[in-house]
Every structure is written in C-alpha cells, then in structure tokens.
T-cell receptor, first 111, second 116 residues
Framework: GDSVTQTEGLVTLTKGLPVMLNCTYQ??????LFWYVQHLNEAPKLLLK?????KRTEHQGFYATLHKSSSSFHLQKSSVQLSDSALYFC??????????FGSGTKLTVEP | EAAVTQSPRSKVAVTGGKVTLSCHQT?????MYWYRQDTGHGLRLIHY???????EKGDIPDGYKASRPSQENFSLILELASLSQTAVYFC???????????????FGPGTRLTVL
C-alpha cells in the first residue's frame, strides 16, 4: 500500500550548517508530495509541495526536488537558523484530498 | 488566512467516559479532517468528511466516531475513552477543488486529550 518513510527521527545541527531531511514514498498512483512544518505548540503548516519530476521547489529558504526514479522528496536548506527548529513531516496524497504523513523528523538547531 | 478553531484546547477525561472534540472552520471548505498525533507516529488520519451529514473512515477509525452537521462544523466523538486515546488531536480543512496540489490542508491549534 501507500506509505511515506522518514528515516531520521531526530536531527541536531549547529546554526549555519546545511541540512537534508530524508523522505521516500511508496504509491501506486501519480505522486503528489508535501512537506509540512510544525513549530513547538503550533499547528502544522504547509512548507513545500510538488508533483513534477526533477523540478526543484523552494519556499522560505527550504527546497526539495521530487525524484520519481528513486521515489524521494528530500528537504534541504543550505544554512539552518535557530528558528528552523521544528518538527518536519513529509506527506503524500495518493487519493485526492487525503494525506498520508510520515512519522516526522524533529530538527533542533543549536547556537 | 484560513481559520480553523478547536475546542476545548485541552481536556482531561476518565476512562470509559464520553468525549466530544469540536472543530469549526470559516474557510468555506468542503473537506474536514481529524488527525491524532503521537510521538513517533506523526499524524494519523481518523475520519474525514467532504460534505455535511457524511463522514468517511481514515486509517485509524476504531474507537472514534465523527459527525459533520454542517459545512463549518466537524466533531470527533469518543464514546468510551481509553488510556490509549491520550494524544493531541488536530482538525484540518481543505477546499477540495483545483487538483491535489491545491488541496492544502489548514490545521487548527490542536486539542491535548489526557485520559486517566
């Protein structure tokens, strides 16, 4: 069946370093992939979305490229800030309007 | 900005008791959702609805009922609350139009439910 896998549960980095959060998916349909971000005690919010193969999408300094050949949609940023500390969820939309979320990656950025 | 509100924001319930969580949206969205969030499990879909007076089961519907009396309101009902239902519950809404990439879900602030 359809699923989303995020391999890192916890990532801790020093401010200014690059980050890549992994996301792979399984779907029998044409993939629509999303990244949501949830800051502490807040609601999840959409960060990025894509359905176009090999096209980079960017928002708020974060970027991701959907690679259908490897079923991946990794989230990257070239230089993390303290304010980037949050929980990041990858999600797919195999059925119209129903999202399947990965287990999430908690990113902690230290001074 | 889309607006989804939830009540209560936190609740302590007793095992075996009935709990009702409420969600209200002012976005004129057709779709509404209930998720639960547990550490290590991300967000899991419990029930959703795309029209008033109709609900659909998500991935983990057992032990939960849902009610959509109007386009704006969507409730989650725990008839017999259990310890395992302690979690944070999020409501969300989306327009349901424009194709999947435009089906952004807007989340409410969450309800922290503790069952003792």
């Amino acid at each position: 069946g359809d699923s989303v896998t995020q391999t890192e549960g916890l990532v801790t980095l020093t401010k200014g370093l690059p980050v890549m959060l992994n996301c792979t998916y399984q779907t029998t349909y044409s993939p629509f992939l999303f990244w949501y971000v949830q800051h502490l005690n807040e609601a999840p919010k959409l960060l990025l979305k894509s359905s176009t193969d090999n096209k980079r999408t960017e928002h708020q300094g974060f970027y991701a490229t959907l690679h259908k050949s490897s079923s991946s949609f990794h989230l990257q940023k070239s230089s993390v800030q303290l304010s980037d500390s949050a929980l990041y969820f990858c999600a797919s939309m195999p059925n119209y309007n129903v999202l399947y979320f990965g287990s999430g990656t908690k990113l902690t950025v230290e001074p | 900005e889309a607006a989804v509100t939830q009540s209560p924001r936190s609740k302590v319930a007793v095992t075996g008791g009935k709990v009702t969580l409420s969600c209200h949206q002012t976005n004129n969205h057709d779709y509404m959702y209930w998720y639960r969030q547990d550490t290590g499990h991300g967000l899991r879909l419990i029930h959703y609805s795309y029209v008033a007076d109709s609900t659909e089961k998500g991935d983990i519907p057992d032990g939960y009922k849902a009610s959509r009396p109007s386009q704006e309101n969507f409730s989650l009902i725990l008839e017999l609350a259990s310890l395992s239902q302690t979690a944070v519950y999020f409501c969300a809404s989306s327009s349901g139009t424009g194709g999947p990439l435009y089906a952004e879900q807007f989340f409410g602030p969450g309800t922290r439910l503790t069952v003792l």
